[in-house]
């Protein structure tokens, strides 16, 4: 098993939303879990939401890199690098990804309901939302379970999701904690080995 030490940063006002533990008198409020250590509730993003946006961020990019995914190649979910680092019917897959808890601090926003048809704004449709500040960071982890020779396209699934839409249309950036402890166990990838020092920094580091 390879353990990932994963940051991911706000690199704007950022929302995940979910129901809240706590009071608030917002109407869409940033998706909360409880730290155990300090007895209080945090900001945090769902694993499998990381996962998902993992996942179609592979897929968007799977053409460039020769990666194959389901849709796209007539092969077996066996032969799908997608299905088989994430997961298929039938299939748990290969990568098991944590939620990733943030700081306590976030803004609120109110906002103009329109209507779609008139492109007008709706009277009295006024709704508040709870953001994350830019520049907030979120710590998690990734495993993965597999053999090293088909662990490439999950590097290419973490550096796709940086520019990639996460949340309600936020983006994020993700660095690896533990870069350089990987570096021996991912010495055999190759011409991919150069991801894991290009995910080692922030790709997005000016302004944030």
């Given at each position: 098993m390879i353990r990932f030490d994963v940051e991911l940063k706000?690199?704007?006002?950022?929302?995940?939303g979910g129901p809240t533990p706590i009071y608030t008198h917002l109407d869409i409020t940033v998706h909360r879990t409880r730290d155990p250590d300090k007895?209080?509730?945090?900001?945090t993003i769902p694993g499998s939401s990381v996962k998902g946006v993992l996942r179609s961020s592979l897929s968007r990019v799977a053409h460039a890199f020769g990666i194959k995914v389901c849709g796209d190649w007539p092969q077996a979910s066996d032969d799908c690098d997608s299905c088989y680092l994430f997961g298929a019917p039938g299939s748990e897959g290969r990568v098991w990804?944590?939620?990733?808890?943030?700081?306590r601090s976030t803004v609120s926003l109110t906002h103009?309901?329109?209507?779609?048809?008139?492109?007008?704004a709706r009277e009295m449709a006024l709704y508040t939302s709870e953001y994350v500040k830019p520049g907030s960071i979120f710590k998690g982890r990734i495993e993965y379970n597999g053999g090293v020779e088909r662990l490439a396209p999950l590097l290419v699934a973490m550096a796709a999701l940086r520019t990639d839409?996460?949340?309600?249309?936020?983006l994020i950036?993700?660095?690896?904690?533990?870069?350089?402890?990987?570096?021996?166990?991912?010495?055999g990838l190759g011409e991919y080995?150069?991801?894991?020092?290009?995910?080692?920094?922030?790709?997005w580091d000016e302004g944030v």
């Amino acid at each position: 098993m390879i353990r990932f030490d994963v940051e991911l940063k706000s690199l704007g006002l950022f929302l995940v939303g979910g129901p809240t533990p706590i009071y608030t008198h917002l109407d869409i409020t940033v998706h909360r879990t409880r730290d155990p250590d300090k007895n209080v509730y945090v900001p945090t993003i769902p694993g499998s939401s990381v996962k998902g946006v993992l996942r179609s961020s592979l897929s968007r990019v799977a053409h460039a890199f020769g990666i194959k995914v389901c849709g796209d190649w007539p092969q077996a979910s066996d032969d799908c690098d997608s299905c088989y680092l994430f997961g298929a019917p039938g299939s748990e897959g290969r990568v098991w990804v944590s939620d990733f808890t943030g700081e306590r601090s976030t803004v609120s926003l109110t906002h103009v309901s329109l209507d779609d048809g008139a492109g007008t704004a709706r009277e009295m449709a006024l709704y508040t939302s709870e953001y994350v500040k830019p520049g907030s960071i979120f710590k998690g982890r990734i495993e993965y379970n597999g053999g090293v020779e088909r662990l490439a396209p999950l590097l290419v699934a973490m550096a796709a999701l940086r520019t990639d839409r996460a949340g309600r249309s936020g983006l994020i950036d993700l660095r690896i904690a533990n870069a350089d402890q990987l570096r021996g166990v991912l010495s055999g990838l190759g011409e991919y080995s150069i991801l894991l020092e290009y995910l080692g920094v922030w790709a997005w580091d000016e302004g944030v």
